[in-house]
């Protein structure tokens, strides 16, 4: 059996899109709706709070989104974070479950 | 910043102005709903409806200067916590291993969702069986308690109206240290999924939280904030209940932060300082008096 503890992936393997829940969600979603008119929110109102590049990912249905070369760069200062199993806390707890 | 994180937490606050931030406590005396709520409690400890109240505020009357940052619900910020679940297959299968549960914390659905939503892909599209499980506070069970509806995402109602599992726009919780899991609603794709039975939750009390932080620290050498200690209590439930059934359940949980600026919380919980807080059903059934009344179009 194979006793590695840390499963770490290397630079290039850094995601490069993000998982848009919003194509495969299995239940119809609900309107977003504005506080004052209780009638369902559009882009140009949201546009006072947000960015209009955050507003398009909130109402995208695509299922992925290209994560921008600027984000991946600052990514790559800590990403991807290891994955460890917890053996030492199996040990102690005595189970056969394996914790990752 | 919410007023009694300002004070129990200086350490966070003194690292976000090292990276360039201003940080002000709410309810602040800087926008007309913190004064006047200043007004009528000048006590007020804050919750973080108040503080979205406040930002949304300051950015609503800045002439388009100023932008709304948030740090949970909405679509996109789940989206982008998504990159941790990408991660975590590629690292599953290194492993030669695919999780039977995924585990994480909720307060606003973020670091869950990153973590699940990558696994509930697979769940959808080929079949598997992965189960999904939220592990919220006790202090503010906005899932497991909340009721599912369409509510203010903020105290003073400026924010947009979402469907959600809610406490309730004026939730004020208790102080549990838990601070980024104490929001009034929820992340509205994960009340929706968690509605049709995609995704399970439980609320777990605070001290059954840091008991298994602390064994937690003690065999892995890592100390969790108390947040991730909830996924902690949530991963380590399941492995007793696979060592009772003698299963050999591979449970895959996110480890959300780490507890360095929380060390005040682990002494006042080894002082025996500490205490549970049930949320009150009179509230659960108070805040639904409350909610928006909305009509939708057929």
């Not at chain 1, 995601?15 to 829940?21: A, E, H, L, S």
């Not at chain 2, 039975?197 to 108390?226: M, N, S, W």
């Not at chain 2, 399941?238 to 480890?255: P, S, T």
């Amino acid at each position: 059996m194979s006793t590695q503890t840390r499963f770490t992936l290397t630079e290039k393997d850094l995601p490069k899109r993000w998982y848009n829940i919003n194509a495969d969600m299995p239940v119809p979603p609900n309107p977003v709706l504005h506080p004052g008119t209780m009638e369902p929110v559009t882009p140009d109102f949201l546009s006072v709070l947000f960015p209009m590049e955050l507003i398009m990912q909130e109402i995208s249905t695509d299922q992925f989104i290209d994560i921008p070369e600027e984000i991946r760069d600052v990514y790559k200062l800590f990403r991807p974070t290891p994955l460890l199993r917890a053996r030492r806390l199996e040990q102690a707890l005595g189970t056969p479950a394996h914790i990752y | 910043m919410v007023k009694v994180s300002y004070q129990q937490k200086p350490y966070r606050r003194i690292l976000m102005e090292t990276y360039g931030a201003d940080v002000y406590a709410s309810p602040s005396e800087r926008t007309e709903y913190g004064r006047a709520l200043l007004e009528q409690s000048p006590d007020s400890t804050g919750s973080l409806g108040i503080a979205i109240s406040e930002a949304v505020e300051a950015a609503a009357s800045s002439g388009g200067k100023k932008k709304y940052s948030l740090g949970s619900v909405l679509g996109h910020v789940l989206m982008h916590q998504t990159v941790i679940g990408e991660e975590a297959l590629m690292q599953m299968d290194l492993a030669g291993e695919y999780p039977d549960v995924v585990v994480g914390c909720i307060g606003g659905g973020s670091n869950f969702s990153g973590i699940a939503y990558p696994f509930l892909r697979y769940n959808l599209k080929e079949g598997k069986k992965t189960r999904l499980l939220a592990v919220e506070p006790e202090a503010a069970p906005s899932l497991t308690r909340g009721t599912f509806a369409f509510d203010y995402g903020d105290t003073a109602k400026m924010a947009p109206i979402v469907k959600m599992h809610t406490l309730g726009h004026g939730f004020v919780p208790a102080p549990i240290h838990a601070g980024g899991l104490r929001y009034h609603g929820m992340a509205p794709s994960l009340c929706a999924l968690y509605d049709a039975g995609y995704i399970e939750a439980k609320a777990v009390p605070q001290l059954g939280t840091f008991e298994p932080a602390v064994q937690f620290a003690r065999t892995e050498g890592i100390l969790p904030a108390p947040e991730s200690a909830h996924a902690i209590r949530g991963a380590i439930d399941e492995a007793l209940d696979a060592k009772e059934k003698g299963d050999e359940r591979v449970i895959l949980f996110n480890l959300s932060g780490h507890g360095h600026f929380d060390l005040a919380a682990y002494e006042a919980y080894f002082a025996g300082e500490l205490q549970d807080y049930q949320y009150p059903q009179a509230d659960v059934d108070a805040a639904l008096a409350d909610l928006p009344e909305v009509k939708l179009p057929a």
